[in-house]
Every structure is written in structure tokens, then in C-alpha cells.
């Protein structure tokens, strides 16, 4: 528990006043019997609560909402309760404007539809994208897509063109080769057409036949052969390069698609992002339709953690439409709620829907009227949260009623039984406070009240017992007196009331050792008083200055016995200044022992009973004449 005020007041007391009271060794300090405020401050730690601190509200705990067996995720829920109260106070969406928007949208999906009697168009749909995204709601998504596809296109028809280009240098290689070929069989140079013998010499008769005559700048050893065989190896590398590019350019160009998709995909944005998907097949029918992302991407991990696949395109598709459906079926279900008065499942699976498809027409065009009414039971179920976590409990049965008279399916089981547990606590820890109190133990009432209050501080009963408190008599105000005088070290009052202070701290060891010790001193320093006053009725002002300097040095913060010297001193004036100067000498480094012996010389001739002189002069001798 936290210390109270008082507890901390008193053991800041400063060690100037502990001269008359000096308290225990371990800080300890009398407790107050009862707190002062019957309101104390809440504990730093959250009181355990049998609700666990929550009750059923709207408030899922997941980030993520499952369709189809992959949970999307609906990001921070505090973001999404804020959102959730704007949409409930928002007009429907069902303007003009709007219901073009969704016409539009609509004729989209139609005319790219695989089951159009003519086939997908995909130039008239691509038509209808600037005028869907000239509506707010778009967000300008629709033009995005339309820039994406117009890119993609653009990439398309590059491809082509390369294509293209590698069919006509491919034609040009073909020819290249027919050439080579007639020109290695027929080419010979005319003016060389005798036959050569192959033989021992060229005149004379040999064993061998004649062979053709060749040229060796001509057919397959020529430089224009060499020049075609080059030429025909350059030609393969530039097809390849072509190929590569029209690979690399058509990847990249999907990639940059998908990124488009999957983000509109975890924006819940369903319906663009089967106009995508849509639009993507009939740009690319070559069946590659893997997302290519990352495997580490939480996208992905969506995918595989929940179904065990790759993600596909048409994952994305069978996932947005899905998703409209569960929104439709959510819908559905609120409505019929609504219609039996069971607000509270009909504000969760609103909620729901909200968050799975909050741009959905179905969401986006509920009546405002059927809104308000979920609004209204919402607010009064979180200010409910608020009042339990605040321990207002009265406001909170307040509220539980009213509640179950808006909402037949209102689960107020957990709110009444916790209600009525800590409704009971606070009563119990108060009756215990007073039998306490009665018996005179006011430190057990005190930390019984103090619980009471920590359960419940608006307990009604708290301020019957503060006002029991205020009418039981002067015992406890007294308590509070003598630690409010023994925290300021006003020990003065203290012996003055004495007479009603004994009985209050009656039976508190603490408190009682706190007086004795306050009067034994107090007695002492009136005793030196007392023979002081007899000295200066004999005129011996010097023996009463010094009755008092003597205990003075021992209770240096009594005003009473301050007072008293004050009076003393232009009486001995002389012999004081002589002290002084005399334990100055001493004092001093090194010591003036002569000078100071002479001073205190000179004090006890000025009164020469004089203790404190005798003991100076004393001192200075012992160390001029040390014993051997």
C-alpha cells in the first residue's frame, strides 16, 4: 500500500529536533489510526480482476480476420474501433454518384467477364476506368489500374516488336546460309578447269588419277565463307539477347502488376482487385499467373502458412470474391439481429463486416438509422469498460441495466457478478474498519478503510465511516494532533497537552515510547531552569547562565531554554567572552595554550565556582604536564 502523507511527513523530521524526541533506529513512526482521505490514490498495479480486466465487447483480440482459410489482416485495433465509431456516424453511401460508381464498377467486371457471350472486351472495360475513378470512394484506384494496364500494354507491344525483330534476323540467317551453301559447292575459278596429275612429277607418267584443279581463294576457303560464318554466329547472339530482353522486360512488367494487386488485396480492396485479375488474364494468356513476390513477404506468408500454396493471380480472385460473399452473409446475419433487438451480436458481426469489406456496397450503403442504433449501444458498452476499470461501480450497474434493456443478448453475467464481488469487498473491508476502530486499533482500521477505498473509492459507506470517524470522540482527533505536533517537533505542545494525549496513545508502543522520551527531556531541561532561576534570585547570574549552558549543549533547539540564556547574557557578558576567546585559542592550529590557559584564568576569576573554566584549565594543563 502507499504510505500516506503523514507517514512520510514524519519521517522527514529534521535531526535538529531530535534532541528532545529522537526516533527509533529503524525510521519507524507512530501510524496515523485512520487516512485523512477517504480516497486514497490507486495502486500503480492493476487490482486483479475475475474479468481479466476485459469484458465481452468489441474488441477481437486477433489482428486478422479468417475467409477461405487465410487471415487477412485488419491491422492496429485501436485504429480499427476509431474508424469503426466514424463509420457508424457517417451518411450511407447512396447518392447518385455513388450508384454510378458501383454501375460502373459493375459493367467493368462484365464486359472482361470470361462468360460474356462475345467474349472479354478488354478495350470497353478499359473505357469505364476513368469515369469509376472520378468518384471519391475510388480513392483514384481505377486510374491506377488504368495506368497499369496502359504500361503493361505498352511492355506487350516492345515484346512484339522484338519479336519481330528476331523473326527477320532470323530470316536473314536462313538466307545467309542457303547463300554459303551454293557458293561452297559451286564456286571455282573457270581458267583452272584442267585436270592436275597426282603422280611423282608433273611431265611424266604416274601411277595416279587426274584431280580437279582448285582455287585457294575461292568456295569454302575464302574470305567471304569466313565473313558468312561470322556473320551467322553474330546473328545467333543478338537473337538471344532479343530473347532474354523480351523474358526480362514481360517479368518485370508482371511483377510490377502483381504489386499493384497485392496491395489492393491487403487493403480490402476486393472488387478492384478482381478488375485486375481480370484484366491481367486477357493481357497475358500465356497461363503464367504465380505472384512473383517475395517468400519471406507477409503476403506470402498468408498463403503459406495458412493453405500450404505459392499465391497465385487466381488465389487472389477466388479470395476477393470470397470475401464479398462473407461481407453479403454478415450483412444478412446483422440484419436479422437488428430486427430481434439483439444488439450486441448484431454490433460484433457489423463489426465484422466492416472490417473484412469496408468499401464494400453492402457496408458502405447500410441506413444511417440501423447504424446509430449499433453507435449508441457501443458507446454506452465501452463507457461501461471505462467505469469497471475505474471501479465506479453504482455507474456501472447503471449502465449493465440499461444495457440489458437495449440489448435482449446483453452477456451480463461477468459485469453483475463482478459488480456485486467488489460491491461486497469494499462493505466488508469498511464493517471490519469500524470493529477496528471501536476496539481501538486504528492502525488495522486504517488499512482496512484504505482497502475498502482501493476496491471502491465511490463507495456511499466510505463517508458514513469518515463521518463515524469525526463523531467518536476526541481519541483519534488526538492521535492525529500529537503526530502532527511530533512531525513539526513542536514537543512544547505536546508536554502542555499532555493530560489528553496520554490516553489517546494509550496502548501504541511507538507513540508511547515517542512521549516518555518528549517528557523525561522536557523534565530535565525545566529542572535546569529551575536551579538557574534559584541562582539569579541570589544574584549569582553566572552559576545560572552556566546551569544552563550545560544542558544546553545537550537540547540546542529548545526555545524555552534558548529564551532563558538570552535573558542571562548581558549579566555575564565578561565571563562569557572569556570562554570564548579562551576555547578559541585552544581551538586554533597550533594551539595557543598559554593565551587560552590565561583566558580561562581569567573567566574563573571572573566567577570562580566556575565548572567549565576549571575543566579548560584542566585540559591545558594535561597537556603542558602530560602524567608520566
Not at 444488439?343 to 464494400?360: I, K, P, T, V
Not at 476499470?389 to 446483453?410: N, P, W
Not at 481519541?475 to 511530533?486: G, I, K, P, Q, S
Request: one cysteine or more; a neutral charge.
Amino acid at each position: 500500500m502507499k504510505t500516506p502523507l503523514l507517514f512520510l511527513l514524519l519521517g522527514l523530521v529534521s535531526p535538529a529536533f531530535a534532541q528532545v524526541y529522537t526516533p527509533p533506529a529503524d525510521g519507524g513512526t507512530p501510524a496515523p489510526s485512520v487516512p485523512t482521505d477517504n480516497s486514497p490514490t490507486p495502486q500503480n498495479q492493476a487490482a486483479a480482476s475475475p474479468l481479466g480486466q476485459e469484458i465481452p465487447m468489441l474488441d477481437m483480440s486477433a489482428e486478422t480476420i479468417t475467409v477461405g482459410g487465410v487471415a487477412i489482416p485488419i491491422g492496429d485495433n485501436r485504429l480499427l474501433k476509431a474508424r469503426f465509431e466514424k463509420y457508424l456516424n457517417q451518411p450511407p453511401e447512396t447518392d447518385a454518384d455513388a450508384a454510378e460508381y458501383r454501375k460502373n464498377v459493375a459493367d467493368i467486371l462484365a464486359s472482361i467477364s470470361p462468360f460474356r457471350s462475345a467474349g472479354p472486351d478488354l478495350y470497353a472495360g478499359f473505357k469505364l476506368l476513368p469515369a469509376a475513378s472520378s468518384y471519391p470512394g475510388d480513392a483514384n484506384l481505377c486510374m491506377s489500374l488504368a495506368e497499369s494496364i496502359y504500361m503493361a500494354m505498352l511492355a506487350k507491344n516492345n515484346s512484339n516488336a522484338l519479336r519481330t525483330l528476331n523473326k527477320s534476323i532470323e530470316d536473314e540467317k536462313h538466307a545467309i546460309i542457303r547463300q554459303a551453301d551454293w557458293d561452297a559447292r559451286n564456286d571455282r575459278d573457270k581458267s583452272l578447269g584442267e585436270a592436275t596429275p597426282v603422280g611423282n612429277g608433273g611431265g611424266g607418267k604416274g601411277k595416279g588419277a587426274n584431280q580437279p584443279a582448285t582455287n585457294p581463294g575461292s568456295g569454302t576457303n575464302s574470305l567471304k565463307y569466313e565473313e558468312t560464318l561470322r556473320r551467322i554466329v553474330e546473328i545467333e547472339a543478338l537473337k538471344k539477347v532479343n530473347i532474354l530482353q523480351t523474358e526480362a522486360q514481360t517479368i518485370q512488367t508482371k511483377a510490377q502488376y502483381q504489386v499493384t494487386m497485392v496491395q489492393w488485396f491487403a487493403q480490402r480492396r476486393y472488387e478492384h482487385v478482381l478488375m485486375a485479375a481480370r484484366f491481367y488474364n486477357q493481357i497475358w494468356k500465356d497461363g503464367d499467373a504465380t505472384l512473383r513476390i517475395d517468400k519471406d513477404s507477409d503476403v506470402s506468408k498468408l498463403f503459406s502458412s495458412s493453405l500450404g500454396i505459392s499465391p497465385t493471380v487466381a488465389s487472389l480472385d477466388s479470395l476477393s470474391n470470397e470475401a464479398i460473399r462473407e461481407v453479403a452473409k454478415y450483412i444478412e446475419a446483422f440484419d436479422l439481429l437488428l430486427s430481434r433487438d439483439e444488439l450486441h451480436s448484431a454490433s460484433q458481426r457489423l463489426l465484422e463486416a466492416y472490417a473484412l469489406g469496408e468499401y464494400l456496397g453492402p457496408v458502405a450503403t447500410l441506413p444511417l438509422d440501423k447504424k446509430r442504433r449499433v453507435a449508441e449501444y457501443v458507446r454506452d458498452l465501452y463507457e461501461l469498460y471505462g467505469t469497471l476499470q475505474a471501479r465506479d461501480y453504482v455507474k456501472g450497474k447503471e449502465l449493465a441495466t440499461r444495457l440489458k434493456t437495449l440489448a435482449k443478448d446483453f452477456p451480463s453475467s461477468k459485469v453483475d457478478s463482478a459488480i456485486a464481488a467488489y460491491t461486497l469487498a469494499s462493505d466488508l473491508a469498511i464493517e471490519e474498519a469500524k470493529a477496528h476502530l471501536i476496539a481501538r486499533e486504528s492502525d488495522k482500521a486504517a488499512r482496512k478503510i484504505q482497502a475498502a477505498a482501493e476496491i471502491w473509492p465511490t463507495n456511499p459507506k466510505l463517508q458514513e465511516f469518515r463521518d463515524l470517524v469525526n463523531n467518536s470522540g476526541g481519541v483519534v482527533v488526538a492521535r492525529n494532533d500529537f503526530d502532527r505536533l511530533l512531525s513539526e517537533g513542536n514537543y512544547r505542545e505536546i508536554a502542555k497537552r499532555q493530560y489528553e494525549f496520554a490516553p489517546a496513545i494509550q496502548g501504541d508502543a511507538t507513540r508511547e515510547d515517542a512521549f516518555k522520551q518528549i517528557m523525561g527531556n522536557l523534565k530535565e531541561i525545566e529542572e535546569s531552569i529551575g536551579k538557574a532561576s534559584e541562582f539569579s534570585r541570589m544574584g549569582q547570574s553566572y552559576g545560572a547562565w552556566e546551569q544552563l549552558a550545560e544542558i544546553r549543549e545537550r537540547f540546542p533547539d529548545d526555545p524555552k531554554l534558548g529564551r532563558e540564556l538570552e535573558l542571562l547574557a548581558p549579566k555575564v557578558a565578561d565571563f562569557t567572552l572569556a570562554l570564548d576567546k579562551a576555547r578559541q585559542f585552544e581551538s586554533r592550529t597550533p594551539k595557543q595554550t598559554g593565551s587560552s590557559l590565561s583566558w580561562y584564568l581569567k573567566a574563573r576569576s571572573i566567577h570562580p565556582p566556575s565548572a567549565q573554566a576549571d575543566k579548560g584549565i584542566q585540559r591545558i594543563l594535561d597537556e603542558l604536564l602530560p602524567a608520566q
